[in-house]
């Protein structure tokens, strides 16, 4: 658990999954469909923790913002996976690889607020 004066944490849902994420981290989530490189935002979060302030009503979160760059595609190790029945001719035999993105989380927290544009007057 992180320590009350450390940087902001989030808890987001990527691909069924729940991370816990602070800015710098890098993690590997489910294939994203995104170039590398290109900026993603998590759109669910559940959690958000700053110190001692612990946000996890919707209405507080629907403001929050997890911004991630997308680092690489890759491929997770293989998984094999063997039936084998003796004496019935029973030999199945199959494999998979998951599809990942690698992605470094940019920043957690409240998105930046725009500035209202001020009025101009004309001095005429």
Known sequence: MSTPSSAPTAV?????????????????VDRIKAE???EISFDRVLLLADGD???VLPEELAAVEVKARVLRHERGPKIDVIRYKPKKRVRVHRGSRSELTAVEVLS???PAKPKKARAQKDDE
């Open 12 to 28: 987001v849902v990527s691909g069924g999954k729940q991370f816990r994420v602070a800015a710098g981290d890098r993690l590997t």
């Open 36 to 38: 590398p490189g290109s």
């Open 53 to 55: 302030q612990v946000k």
């Open 108 to 110: 957690v927290g409240e």
